[in-house]
């Protein structure tokens, strides 16, 4: 009796187990948001061949999958990758190659950094980027002269924050034959007292040629974005703006495996660019995707160089100015209209965001999803909002709480109303695209995420948060991070929740950010990011 009881248990086991489907990977224990349409959360889920192939309970999948490799998730927090809507990979990864000058507090402070670094790397030209004059006692912008003290032989060029204005020496204007009469449509050369005080703002900074990069340091840079990112839990960056050059290095590392990072590239507003990829269409690999263009409009606030409608409140008499004339807009715009192509623009100024959102409404008259997108939408005029129906906002939520100190200052109590509107943006679309901009801003989506729903800064200012009607809720903050991002690229079939069918990309993080007390948001730490059911950190 004992010898039959065993041998129907044996079985019943046995059977069990030829039903049972193989997996590469299952994940149990998981406190995991799907972000699907029900926004939905889940137990466990499993992985086949870089894709989820199931989501439930324990007992649903491992009753369901068998598997060699199972990951317990004790209980943390799990979320699909987070997608950078709007950054610049590449310029992060050559920006660990030169002077970081985040953070200095004084003009003295740049020039201490500047030293440092050139006693360690000895460069024929030096670079770096990251000084912002908003930041220091005197907020205004520096002149070349304690430079040329310190650097009279070795060129020297350093970006603003924002990418918007640079600071260079004298040597470095000899080179590039700029003199006080020099000038350019879209730009200034800033003058003090009839002399080159060594900013050049927007365009003007065209005529400073730094040294290209070798293909040795384009490599390194990329990976060094990579290791970054992924550390951070970043599995999709939107790269805004990249030339053909780099894109093409981009997909042949991410054939050879030594880039995992998934990409989409937005390609640079420039000849060789649209003459190429226009006609070829849209070029798309399980990493790489080339289908959008990056196109600037204007500058940026933190220089006065986005362009509105009425002066700068700080300054009298300064409207800003297009870097690309209405006439080149309209007809860009068009010649995209006609292509399979998304038109990407940076749109600061309130003047620029109108003059952009009448271009989109003319030339996509008949023509259906296209996802046009806004990025930055900064500044928009209240009269203007209703644009934005039809207009996807790529918005990035910490320039809110690093410009609220001074942005009130640049454009008056009544245009700040309609200044970071995050809230105001999504009531219209129905949707937002996120990211961070950086390596303007920090990396971290984790700061992302507290930026745009909590609205403070790192030390907890302002007490009740930064125009908090306009804050997101933490829901659709993870959607914008997410699976809206997803849509902004074309890809919400493919990624951006963890639902059968999309590819296998998920982190793991110590804290749940959609319920933890708010304080310990920014700093929570990811634990594990994975990447086609790989882990890649």
């Not at 079939?493 to 708010?518: Q, R």
């Amino acid at each position: 009796m004992k010898k039959t009881i065993f041998l129907l248990l044996f079985s019943v086991a046995l059977i069990s187990c030829k039903q049972q489907e193989k997996a590469d990977l299952i994940v149990i224990n998981a406190n995991a948001y799907t972000v699907n349409d029900n926004f939905d959360k889940a137990e466990s889920f499993a992985i086949k061949d870089g894709k989820f192939i199931a989501v439930g309970t324990n007992k649903e999948i491992q009753n369901k999958y068998t598997t060699l490799k199972t990951i317990d998730a004790q209980n943390n927090a799990v979320y699909p990758g987070f997608i950078d809507g709007h950054c610049h990979f590449y310029g992060l990864g050559l920006q660990q190659q030169k002077v970081n000058l985040v953070g200095t507090k004084s003009y003295d402070d740049v020039l201490q950094r500047l030293v440092a670094f050139q006693k360690e790397k000895n460069t024929t030209f030096i670079t770096g980027r990251g000084w912002d004059q908003n930041d220091w006692e005197v907020k205004e912008f520096p002149t070349k002269e304690k430079l040329d003290s310190v650097f009279p032989n070795t060129p020297v060029a350093i970006r603003r924050i924002d990418g918007h204005a640079i600071l260079v020496n004298q040597k470095a204007i000899d080179l590039a034959g700029i003199s006080t009469e020099s000038k350019i449509d879209g730009g200034e050369f800033i003058q003090k007292d009839g002399k080159l005080t060594g900013v050049l703002i927007d365009n003007a900074m065209n005529f400073i040629k730094i040294p290209k990069p070798s293909k040795r340091e384009q490599i390194q840079a990329l990976k060094d974005a990579q290791k970054i990112c992924f550390d951070l839990g970043l599995t999709t960056v939107d790269d805004a703006g990249l030339d053909k050059q780099v894109i093409e290095l981009v997909d042949s590392l991410q054939q050879t495996g030594d880039l995992k990072m998934r990409i989409y590239a937005m390609i640079s507003n420039n000849k060789e660019n649209l003459d190429y990829y226009l006609n070829k269409g849209v070029v798309k690999t399980d990493r790489l995707h080339v289908r959008s263009v990056k196109v600037y409009s204007d500058g940026a606030l933190g220089s006065r160089g986005a362009t509105l409608k009425d002066e700068y409140s700080d300054k009298k008499g300064h409207f800003g100015a297009l870097v690309n004339s209405y006439e080149d807009l309209q007809n860009l715009a068009q010649r995209i209209a006609n292509s399979e192509y998304q038109m990407n623009t940076h749109a600061i100024g309130d003047s620029a965001n109108y003059v952009m959102l009448k271009t989109y409404d003319e030339v996509l008259k008949n023509k259906k999803d296209r996802r046009w997108r806004i990025e930055h939408a900064q500044v928009v005029d209240l009269k203007d909002f209703h644009f934005f129906k039809n207009v996807l906002p790529s918005i990035q939520p910490t320039h809110a709480t690093s410009d609220m100190y001074w942005a009130e200052e640049r454009v008056g109590a009544e245009r700040i109303k309609g200044a970071y509107a995050y809230n105001d943006l999504l009531k219209q679309y129905g949707k937002v695209a996120l990211g961070t901009d950086f390596p303007i801003e920090h990396v971290s989506p984790l700061y992302t995420f507290y930026a745009a729903s909590i609205r403070k800064d790192l030390k907890g200012y302002p007490e009740n948060g930064y125009q908090m009607n306009n804050a997101l809720s933490r829901e659709n903050t993870l959607k914008g991070m997410t699976i809206w991002n997803a849509y902004a690229n074309f890809e919400e079939a493919e990624k951006g929740s963890i639902e059968i069918g999309k590819v296998a990309d998920f982190i793991i993080l110590e804290n749940d950010i959609m319920t933890v007390d708010e304080k310990k948001i920014p700093h929570t730490k990811v634990l594990e990011t994975y990447v086609n059911g790989e882990k890649v950190n």
